[in-house]
C-alpha cells in the first residue's frame, strides 16, 4: 500500500486524487483491501498535511487545510464531484503558501 512519507509525496497524491476521485483505477497487484477508495484517498491527503506542517506551531495552517478537505470529502460524499474537484484544487493552492 502506498506509504505518503514526503512533501513530493504529497504532490503526487494531490494528483493522483484530483485525477481519479472518486472512482479509483483498480490495481492487479494490489489486494481488495489495499486498493485506493475515497475514504483511504482523504486519509492519506490528511496525512500529508502533518507531513507538510509537522510543528505544532502551524495547527492553525494544519486546520485549516483539514477543514477544506473535510469539504472536498462530503461534496465526493453528495456526488458533487465539480464541487470536490474545486476544493481539492483549493486545497492544493493553499498547501503551501504562508498563512
Known sequence: ?????????????IAYVLAYAPNFPHRDFLAADQQMTLERAFE?????????????????????????????????IKADEIKAGNLLNDFQDSIFKAT
Open 1 to 13: 500500500m502506498f506509504q505518503l512519507k514526503t512533501v513530493d509525496d504529497l504532490w503526487g497524491h
Open 44 to 76: 492519506q491527503l490528511r496525512q500529508g498535511v502533518l507531513v507538510a506542517y509537522p510543528e505544532e506551531s502551524l495547527q492553525a495552517k494544519r486546520a485549516k487545510l483539514f477543514e477544506i478537505l473535510d469539504q472536498s470529502y462530503a461534496a465526493y
